[in-house]
């Protein structure tokens, strides 16, 4: 993957009707990163960590602390074929009221939390560990670049968790069409499509099975 040239922050996820996605986590860049990076207009670049919020509710909605102070759920709709189809919705900001937290617990699928988990992005994670240990959380460091092609977004990740690296290519459009026409071109089409919320959890569940573990692989 080519250097950084600049950092950019995207703006907070806004509800939306959504999107559909096919994301990828080769073992090695494939070819299709090259083309992205020859031909498709550079959008940003960022490194962030995201902090998840695990739950088996995770693979169809998916709750993380976004750069680990804005809290964001997104959630699965139909998938349409190979594409997944997920939609944003974004928490207001902390400190977060009484319903906030009530509608929270009820997206993780645990008991009510504590007033005081609403105070600050902080005082959830502490909570989450006494009051609801049924939630793992996991903190997930980005480096990426950001391409457009017409409506879709082409997504180049470095992601590292608990010491392990991977690369992830990522396509994003709300035009179902438009997607299918980008992995016939990219020629990725036919690789599985494993979105963040089941790479992560399949990575929980194998380390619990495991028992402890230094640095499991994503």
């Not at 988990?117 to 903190?139: K, M």
């Not at 069409?177 to 990219?186: G, I, Y």
């Given at each position: 993957?080519?250097?950084?040239?600049?950092?950019?922050?995207?703006?907070?996820?806004?509800?939306?009707?959504?999107?559909?996605?096919?994301?990828?986590w080769?073992?090695?860049?494939p070819?299709?990163?090259?083309?992205?990076?020859?031909?498709?207009?550079?959008?940003?670049?960022?490194?962030?960590?995201?902090?998840?919020?695990?739950?088996?509710?995770?693979?169809?909605?998916?709750v993380?602390?976004?750069?680990?102070?804005?809290?964001?759920?997104?959630r699965?709709?139909?998938?349409?074929?190979?594409?997944?189809?997920?939609?944003?919705?974004?928490?207001?900001?902390?400190?977060?009221?009484?319903?906030?937290?009530?509608?929270?617990?009820?997206?993780?699928?645990?008991?009510?939390?504590?007033?005081?988990?609403?105070?600050?992005?902080?005082?959830?994670?502490?909570?989450?560990?006494?009051?609801?240990?049924?939630?793992?959380?996991?903190?997930?460091c980005?480096?990426?670049?950001?391409?457009r092609?017409?409506?879709?977004?082409?997504?180049?990740?470095?992601?590292?968790?608990?010491?392990?690296?991977?690369?992830?290519?990522?396509?994003e459009?709300?035009?179902?069409?438009?997607?299918?026409?980008?992995?016939?071109?990219?020629?990725?089409?036919?690789?599985?499509?494993?979105?963040?919320?089941?790479?992560?959890?399949?990575?929980?569940?194998?380390?619990?099975?495991?028992?402890?573990?230094?640095?499991?692989?994503?």
């Amino acid at each position: 993957m080519k250097a950084f040239h600049k950092i950019v922050e995207d703006a907070p996820a806004q509800a939306t009707d959504g999107r559909y996605e096919f994301r990828i986590w080769p073992g090695h860049w494939p070819r299709a990163a090259a083309l992205i990076q020859k031909f498709w207009l550079l959008a940003g670049a960022e490194r962030r960590s995201d902090i998840y919020l695990l739950t088996s509710r995770s693979p169809r909605r998916l709750v993380k602390l976004r750069a680990g102070n804005r809290l964001e759920s997104k959630r699965r709709g139909s998938d349409l074929g190979v594409l997944q189809h997920w939609t944003p919705h974004p928490y207001p900001m902390f400190p977060l009221s009484r319903e906030t937290m009530r509608q929270l617990a009820r997206e993780l699928g645990v008991a009510p939390l504590p007033d005081e988990s609403g105070i600050s992005p902080g005082h959830l994670v502490a909570r989450l560990g006494r009051t609801a240990p049924e939630v793992r959380v996991e903190t997930v460091c980005k480096s990426r670049l950001l391409f457009r092609n017409g409506s879709t977004r082409a997504e180049l990740c470095r992601v590292a968790v608990a010491g392990q690296t991977r690369p992830t290519l990522a396509i994003e459009d709300p035009d179902p069409e438009s997607a299918r026409r980008t992995l016939d071109l990219l020629g990725i089409g036919h690789l599985i499509n494993r979105s963040y919320a089941e790479m992560l959890c399949r990575r929980v569940l194998s380390a619990a099975k495991a028992g402890p573990v230094r640095n499991p692989a994503i």
